[in-house]
């Protein structure tokens, strides 16, 4: 099994928003569903690290999009006009991240520290001018050098690992061009 370690990836995510916010204060999550396993790992690594390694950060709530960025919208504004004290958003894909970024600006809450997963177009002109914190995202290239390598491998005979990580990265105004 090729893929990135997703309970890893969220939980970095966890970890820088509770840097932006300051260690202590509301957030949500906006994911794209409970039943696939990047949604249910993605959540899981959010909520996980969040709840035992910062008593002072609450999850004032975790709503499930589909990944569609119409619902998410809908949801997230639901969610930031129902916590007037909201400090941060999580979004677990990119029609998850695009609702929140969407809610957002519909409500004027540019104080939100909003933390993205995946890497469109549309996340990466957030960043760029401030609205996004930043993203976590999959690394493509290391996905296929993974799977490349793991089928050589097979086809010699060798023994693979069950799950092969394929790395993610954390991008933000200060490494997007990188």
Request: aromatic share 8%.
């Amino acid at each position: 099994f090729v893929v990135q370690d997703h309970v890893a990836a969220a939980a970095l995510a966890a970890d820088k928003m509770v840097e932006l916010i300051g260690g202590a204060g509301e957030v949500a999550i906006i994911a794209h569903d409970n039943t696939s396993r990047t949604g249910i790992d993605r959540v899981a690594g959010f909520t996980d690290r969040i709840n035992a390694e910062y008593p002072d950060v609450t999850i004032v709530d975790t709503q499930y999009g589909g990944g569609d960025h119409l619902r998410s919208t809908d949801l997230a504004k639901a969610i930031i006009q129902a916590n007037p004290d909201l400090k941060g958003f999580f979004g677990a894909n990119e029609g998850s991240i695009i609702g929140v970024l969407n809610a957002a600006v519909e409500l004027g809450r540019d104080d939100l520290v909003i933390i993205g997963y995946d890497s469109g177009q549309q996340q990466l002109e957030a960043i760029r001018s401030g609205l996004e914190a930043g993203a976590i995202t999959q690394d493509p290239i290391g996905i296929g050098y993974k799977c490349v390598e793991a089928a050589y491998k097979a086809v010699q005979g060798e023994t693979l690992e069950k799950f092969i990580d394929t790395g993610f990265h954390w991008f933000d105004a200060t490494n997007i061009d990188d």
